[in-house]
Nanobody
Framework: QVQLVESGGGLVQPGGSLRLSCTASGIIFSAHAMGWYRQAPGKERESVAIISSGGVTNYADSAKGRFTISRDNAKGTVYLQMNSLEPEDTAVYYC?????????WGQGTQVTVSS
């Protein structure tokens, strides 16, 4: 059974930082591309950052320069370091694992940026 478990969300003030973690089980983690997506109320889910199995990263324009995705294959964990957070970053953040046509999602973790 595949499980992706996110953690690290919470309430943070504008300009603050958070680090999200997603630990996977039931998959060959190192063989999967891993991604972070987010969905704000009333909006569609959007890609934030992706890291390939080989470590190549890709960011949404809104994340460039502020967010960093990384992975630790030994721990089966992908991270999203988020700095300079803005109220517009408020959303539920989802972890994603993909290999060929197989796609898995975590349950999501809430990030709220507010003063």
């Amino acid at each position: 059974q595949v499980q992706l478990v996110e953690s690290g969300g919470g309430l943070v003030q504008p300009g603050g930082s958070l680090r999200l973690s997603c630990t996977a089980s039931g998959i060959i983690f190192s063989a999967h591309a891993m991604g972070w997506y987010r969905q704000a109320p009333g909006k569609e889910r959007e890609s934030v950052a992706i890291i390939s199995s080989g470590g190549v990263t890709n960011y949404a324009d809104s994340a460039k320069g502020r967010f960093t995705i990384s992975r630790d294959n030994a721990k089966g964990t992908v991270y999203l370091q988020m700095n300079s957070l803005e109220p517009e970053d408020t959303a539920v953040y989802y972890c994603n694992a993909k290999r060929f046509s197989f796609v898995y999602w975590g349950q999501g973790t809430q990030v709220t940026v507010s003063s």
